[in-house]
C-alpha cells in the first residue's frame, strides 16, 4: 500500500465532498438516512482513494452507481464522467475474474487423488472443507470477492483490510477532535 498519511489525506478530502453533497441535496434527513449517507460517502472515497486499482474498489462504486439515488454523491466523489469507466472497467475486471475461476474449477475437478491410507485422506477433506468454508465467507465480506480467485482473494482481502484500517483511524480522529471541542467549549462556557 502506497504512503498511509497521503492515502489519509485523500480519504479525507473525498469523504468530505461526499458528506457535503449529501447534505447539500437533502437538509431534512432521518437518522437512518444520514446512517446510510455516511456509509457510502466513506465507501466511495475509500475506494477513490486507492485509485480504482483493486477490485473491491471497482466493486464498491459500480454497486453505488447501480442505485439511482446515490448518482450524485457518486459524480461529486468521483467526478462527472466516472460512470462510463467505472462500468466498463469492471465488467472487465469481473470477466476475467470469473474466466479464472473456472478454469481452477475445471483443473481440480480434473486431477484424481491418488489413494492412501484412510485416515490421511479424512484428514485432508476436513482440512479442505474448513479451508473452503472460510472462504466463502470472506468472498461475502470483500466487495466483488465472490467473483475472485483463491489467490486474488487474498491480496484484495488484505489490501481491503489496510483500506478499512485507514478509514477507521481517520474516524476516531475526527470523533476525538470533535469530542476534545465540544468538551473546551462547555468549559469555558
Not at 460517502?41 to 475509500?46: E, G, K, P
Not at 486431477?111 to 485416515?119: F, T
Not at 490421511?120 to 479451508?131: F, S, T
Amino acid at each position: 500500500m502506497s504512503n498511509t498519511g497521503s492515502l489519509k489525506q485523500e480519504f479525507l478530502k473525498k469523504w468530505i465532498q461526499g458528506l457535503k453533497a449529501c447534505s447539500a441535496k437533502k437538509k431534512e434527513m432521518s437518522i437512518m438516512e444520514r446512517k446510510k449517507a455516511i456509509k457510502l460517502s466513506a465507501d466511495l472515497a475509500m475506494a477513490s482513494a486507492r485509485n480504482s486499482t483493486t477490485y473491491w474498489s471497482h466493486t464498491l462504486m459500480a454497486n453505488a452507481l447501480q442505485a439511482n439515488k446515490n448518482k450524485f454523491i457518486v459524480s461529486d466523489i468521483l467526478g462527472n464522467d466516472s460512470d462510463h469507466g467505472i462500468k466498463k472497467s469492471s465488467m472487465r475486471v469481473l470477466a476475467t475474474s470469473h474466466k479464472n475461476m473456472r478454469s481452477k474449477k475445471i483443473l481440480k475437478k480434473s486431477c484424481s487423488i491418488s489413494r492412501r491410507s484412510k485416515k490421511k485422506a479424512l484428514g485432508r477433506c476436513i482440512a479442505r472443507n474448513l479451508v473452503n468454508k472460510r472462504t466463502q465467507v470472506l468472498k461475502r465480506l470483500v466487495p466483488g470477492g465472490e467473483y475472485m480467485d483463491d489467490e486474488c482473494l487474498i491480496k484484495e482481502t488484505l489490501d481491503y483490510i489496510l483500506s478499512l484500517r485507514v478509514q477507521v483511524d481517520v474516524m476516531r480522529h475526527l470523533a476525538n477532535n470533535a469530542t476534545h471541542a465540544v468538551s473546551h467549549t462547555t468549559t469555558t462556557s
